[in-house]
């Protein structure tokens, strides 16, 4: 036997060692470093990054890449036929989590009561599953005892989103969409003022999101005959009023601010890609938080989509600065290795849909989309502790 580490052993350790050396030059700097770890319907998510006292999560020297032994694409989402969780999904989402778990304790010396292991709300949007206590204390073993599960509400998610995702300042003037791939997040807060006390309001019906709606238009086509991406196009151009637009239309009444607020953000892994994909080197810059999203971006990538067949794919030979250049390149390919096609269609037509309903176009609003979505839980967590 050799006595010296495989190459790919080699591998693993140095990308440890990097982040955890990351995590060093950042804690020297003052700010305090969280770790969460999201049970979704597709899959298992780690990230640890510094939070400023502020509240304001430091992009720069977020650590969402770890080397991971365990399955970490587990498919909770995929039920049994009784509506449970699978026994081997339950079990493969305890080995991720200790996993990851370890990492973040041992490896990047994160505290654990700066560490928060939550359920995104897509697991539970249609309901609780029979056995969620069994996935409860799969979690308690992942971590000693030292972590329990949150269970997130689409309204607690809100919260959270908004807390972390949008500017302070913004709170009382914005509306917040985040497009996860199982179900959609839309609301808006309202701060205490006079005798009005804090509220968040959201929208309750149940909204697919990337994935659940790339799915019910397959089974549409499906049950009329059809097939091809033509097909596909216009079936989800179709059904989007249905999908969206009718569902928040339902809640505008009880909750005008949905209508009458002039700024919205965006957040989650499709709004995330399409704007990659059509801003790749704005959507990367490390001193941009937001990003502006005019509508218009929106419908020509759905609209070369539908014409071509083809993912438009952005070209940077003309960009000089080659570290902005190699960023937008990584970017729009991790963008094309996660999302199919189709699940951009999909993702196009729901935030058209939102953009019609919402009436972006007609009342003028400015559209932004947040970077600091995917960690705005954690950052949320924080900031309400305060």
């Not at 176009?361 to 932004?368: F, G, R, T």
């Amino acid at each position: 036997m050799s006595r010296f580490p495989s190459r790919c052993r080699l591998g693993v350790l140095l990308v440890v060692t990097l982040a955890w050396l990351a995590v060093q030059v950042a804690r020297a700097a003052g700010p305090v470093y969280y770790g969460g770890i999201e049970i979704g319907a597709k899959g298992i998510k780690v990230v640890a990054l510094p939070i400023g006292k502020d509240g304001s999560p430091d992009l720069a020297h977020k650590i969402d890449r770890l080397p991971h032994k365990a399955v970490n694409n587990v498919t909770l989402g995929d039920l049994a036929p009784d509506g449970s969780y699978r026994t081997e999904a339950i079990s493969e989402a305890r080995s991720a989590v200790a996993d990851f778990y370890n990492q973040l304790t041992r490896d990047l010396k994160v505290p654990p009561e700066h560490i928060f292991v939550v359920a995104g709300s897509g697991l539970t949007a249609k309901g609780e599953p029979p056995n969620f206590d069994a996935l409860r204390k799969a979690v308690v073993e992942a971590t000693g005892g030292a972590s329990k599960l949150v269970k997130i509400d689409q309204a607690t998610e809100v919260d959270l989103l908004i807390r972390g995702a949008i500017p302070r300042q913004d709170w009382g003037n914005a509306v917040l969409i985040d497009i996860g791939s199982g179900n959609v997040k839309c609301g808006y807060h309202h701060p205490k003022r006079g005798l009005h006390v804090e509220t968040n309001y959201a929208v309750s019906d149940v909204i697919e999101g990337t994935v659940a709606y790339t799915k019910t238009i397959q089974v549409e086509m499906a049950r009329s005959g059809r097939r091809g991406f033509a097909d596909f196009c216009e079936a989800a151009e179709r059904l989007r009023s249905k999908a969206v637009v009718e569902k928040v239309a339902n809640q505008i009444a009880r909750k005008p601010g949905l209508e009458n607020r002039t700024r919205i953000y965006l957040s989650g892994g499709a709004p995330w890609a399409i704007v990659t994909l059509t801003n790749p080197v704005g959507s990367t810059r490390p001193d941009a938080l937001i990003v502006a999203v005019p509508l218009d971006d929106i419908r020509k990538f759905r609209d070369e989509l539908r014409r071509t067949g083809r993912v438009p794919v952005p070209d940077l030979s003309s960009v000089t600065d080659k570290n902005a250049r190699n960023a937008a390149e990584e970017a729009v390919r991790d963008a094309l290795d996660n999302f199919t096609k189709e699940n951009l269609l999909a993702g196009a037509e729901i935030l058209l849909g939102f953009a019609d309903v919402l009436k972006w176009q007609e009342l003028n609003k400015d559209v932004y989309f947040t970077r600091s979505g995917v960690v705005a839980w954690i950052v949320g967590f924080v900031e309400k502790a305060k």
